[in-house]
């Protein structure tokens, strides 16, 4: 059989658990920051949809986009970049007028 280096007791390589748990924190980071920007751009969404302020909703989905991005980017900072749009979207959601229905 093949030499494979460092073998645990079942004759597998030994893990290596600093990677494994790198890659974890990546995923965690990943899925909370994508969390919080989809409720972000969801809200928008509802923004331009029930109040008709589209312009405020195209607003609030490039900020969201941006944020995830920051959050990505700096782990300490992570999901409560794009929670700013979020609070902002839900603020638009319930002051802003809406239009008229004919």
């Known amino acids: 059989m093949a030499d494979h280096g460092n073998t645990g007791e079942a004759g597998h390589p030994a893990m290596d658990y600093e990677a494994h748990d790198s890659t974890f924190k990546g995923f965690v980071l990943f899925t909370e920051v994508g969390t919080v920007a989809l409720a972000a751009i ?17 607003f609030g989905t490039l ?40």
Not at 42 to 58: D, E, P, Q, R, Y
């Open 42 to 58: 969801m809200t928008a969404l509802a923004v331009g949809g029930v109040k008709h302020a589209w312009l405020t909703c195209i």
């Open 63 to 102: 900020l969201a986009l941006v944020t995830a991005a920051i959050g990505i980017a700096s782990p300490r900072i992570g999901w409560r970049a794009p929670a700013v749009p979020l609070v902002l979207m839900l603020l638009a959601l319930v002051f802003i007028s809406g239009g008229a229905v004919h």
